[in-house]
């Protein structure tokens, strides 16, 4: 079994109550939101353990956005954490009228640099596949914080997309 079966995106703590209808709970699988997506990809790709599957709910997916509103999003949370912390918490709520306040924990610098800059590897996605790994990826149509539609155009060649509507980054209504 792998360290953790689920990850929490950034800013947020216990948030997987959040996903419960769609996360699959066994020792073999591994679920993770946003920012969390890449750290339990990175962790499956290189574990030598059994995993199953891997869910995906709403991945940190910012490839298709330029180094100006990467270095935007940067400066805007140096200027000030509280103000962009809060702004993010209604923008990942979006639709819904979820307060995602209690999930809240302050997130880093450096994380944000991290989720803003990773790229999804399309050969990395292959090799979890070719291990046999099941990736299941979960998009909200209105999401706020990823381009959804460019995400599910590149995850649908490794995964299983469910691209559900009216929800947004919480996958919630």
């Known amino acids: 079994m792998i360290s953790k079966n689920y990850y929490s995106g950034f800013c947020l703590k216990n948030e997987s109550e959040l996903f419960s209808e769609f996360i699959t709970k066994n020792d073999f699988s591994v679920s993770a939101f946003s920012y969390g997506a890449i750290k339990a990809f990175e962790e499956v790709l290189n574990s030598k353990l059994r995993v199953d599957k ?4 709403s991945p940190a997916f910012f490839q298709t956005k330029d180094k100006k509103f990467k270095r ?17 918490l209604e923008n990942i709520s979006y639709p819904s009228n979820i307060d995602c306040s209690k999930y809240f924990t302050q997130g880093i610098y450096s994380e944000l640099e991290e989720l803003l800059t990773y790229e999804w590897d399309e050969e990395k996605l292959q090799t979890l596949v070719n291990k046999g790994v099941e990736i299941e990826v979960f998009l909200g149509e209105e999401d706020k914080i990823i381009e959804a539609q460019k995400a599910k ?12 509507k009216d929800v947004g980054h919480i996958l919630n209504r």
């Open 54 to 57: 891997l869910q995906l709910f």
């Open 72 to 88: 935007m999003q940067l400066m805007f949370y140096k200027k000030d954490e509280n103000a962009y912390c809060n702004n993010f």
């Open 153 to 164: 155009d590149f995850f649908r060649n490794y995964a299983t997309v469910y691209y559900i």
